[in-house]
């Protein structure tokens, strides 16, 4: 007597129900009496099922997730490693104009006199990298003052930023992303129903498993882009309402505050570019 055996791949949520889907059958009992079990190369037919159960995650949870890996794993273009840290604000946030390398924290003692200032990885790291990067050292206040005066002039323009992200944010939530979904869980649902009518066909198995794994592999990317729009789509809303609740100008710098509002900071010769969360570019001279 053989005895089925499920085993989860993977947490594939769905956009109505947000379901769990399982391969079948991935190993099977070969002697129930020792309970031996063997995997599956073959010997007994496999099923994929769609929707098997609910997941333990529901959908934001999810979405929120996706772009933050999205934001990580692009974090340095040009397949240069770095780690990823959250200490600071500003960790992970400042680029290179040169290299796009990101600026590290740095504890600088220059001729006696302590400080903190932030350094390109590229050029402090040169001997390893290969990369002599002219790229300037800055200190820690100039960014900090580069932040507030971005926050600032933002705030400043607020009567002309605000309808111009509300229509952005229209522009994100009207998109067919959803309908896709739709178009590749129909389909998989199509496949699941032949590939048991075709349990004993090992080709038309393999055939099946194969536009199966290409579609659940088109599914995830289609979800990490609706992931990163609704991402966008709360960034644009949370700088609308600092700019509704904000009644004046800052008057320093909140690490608080940067990690709410600025998305990133490129270092270059002349001037610092600080680019809100919402999009917005705003150059400081610095």
């Not at 399982?22 to 063997?38: D, F, G, H, N, P």
């Not at 974090?75 to 240069?80: D, F, I, S, T």
């Not at 003692?109 to 390109?120: A, D, S």
């Not at 992931?227 to 100008?249: C, G, H, Y």
Request: proline share 2%; charged share 30%; with cysteine.
């Amino acid at each position: 007597m053989l005895k089925y055996h499920s085993h989860f791949c993977a947490i594939i949520p769905g956009h109505i129900n947000w379901v769990l889907h399982a391969l079948l059958q991935k190993t099977y009992t070969v002697s129930i009496l020792e309970k031996k079990r063997a995997e599956n190369n073959g010997q007994m037919p496999k099923y994929y099922v769609e929707g098997s159960h609910e997941a333990i995650i529901d959908k934001d949870v999810f979405l929120k997730v996706q772009a933050e890996m999205a934001k990580r794993a692009n974090l340095v273009p040009q397949g240069k490693k770095r780690v990823y840290t959250s200490k600071y604000a500003l960790s992970g946030m400042v680029f290179c104009g040169h290299c796009e390398d990101i600026y590290r924290r740095v504890y600088w003692n220059n001729r006696g006199k302590k400080k903190f200032v932030w350094r390109c990885v590229s050029r402090v790291l040169k001997k390893s990298s290969g990369i002599d990067c002219p790229a300037r050292t800055v200190e820690e206040e100039v960014l900090h003052n580069a932040v507030v005066t971005a926050v600032n002039d933002a705030f400043a323009k607020k009567n002309t930023v605000i309808p111009i992200l509300k229509q952005n944010i229209e522009a994100v939530i009207n998109d067919d992303l959803e309908e896709k979904i739709r178009v590749i869980d129909k389909r998989l649902a199509d496949l699941q129903i032949e590939l048991i009518g075709v349990s004993g066909d090992e080709l038309a198995v393999e055939r099946l498993g194969t536009e199966i794994v290409e579609l659940r592999e088109e599914r995830q990317e289609i979800l990490t882009a609706a992931a990163e729009r609704k991402d966008l789509q709360l960034r644009m809303q949370e700088l609308i309402d600092f700019l509704d609740e904000q009644q004046a100008e800052i008057t320093e710098y909140s690490e608080t505050l940067t990690r709410r509002l600025v998305e990133k900071i490129t270092i270059l010769d002349d001037k610092i570019v600080v680019t809100l969360k919402s999009g917005m570019e705003m150059e400081v001279t610095a």
